[in-house]
Nanobody, 125 residues
Framework: QVQLVESGGGLVQAGDSLRLSCAASGGTSTNYAISWFRQCPGKEREFVTAITRSGLTVGYADSVKGRFSISREIGKNTVYLQMDSLKPEDTAVYYC??????????????????WGQGTQVTVSS
């Protein structure tokens, strides 16, 4: 069983930056691909970005491209989501997720087995 713990959310103003962290522990693999999703009230969970086991970035949602960046610290099995130039429409609960296979499992949330508890990001205008 993999445990994922997000941190770093908060309330910021438009144009500010935040860095989210996702710490992974447990499981049968020493390293997992991690995907970030976000969800606004009343909306479906949306894929944001992902990083492979070896540290390659899969890509970004068009809505965050050029403003968000993902990275990982292999030794600590921690993944970071750097969010710059935040906009009010970025307001959401952000989740990190991993698959039982330990590999990247695509942009569909149904393919993921492990989820963090989520961290709230609120961007005021």
């Amino acid at each position: 069983q993999v445990q994922l713990v997000e941190s770093g959310g908060g309330l910021v103003q438009a144009g500010d930056s935040l860095r989210l962290s996702c710490a992974a522990s447990g499981g049968t693999s020493t390293n997992y691909a991690i995907s970030w999703f976000r969800q606004c009230p009343g909306k479906e969970r949306e894929f944001v970005t992902a990083i492979t086991r070896s540290g390659l970035t899969v890509g970004y949602a068009d809505s965050v491209k050029g403003r968000f960046s993902i990275s990982r610290e292999i030794g600590k099995n921690t993944v970071y989501l750097q969010m710059d130039s935040l906009k009010p429409e970025d307001t959401a609960v952000y989740y990190c997720a991993a698959s039982r296979s330990s590999y990247y499992s695509g942009p569909d949330s149904v393919n993921y087995d492990y989820w963090g508890q989520g961290t709230q990001v609120t961007v005021s205008s």
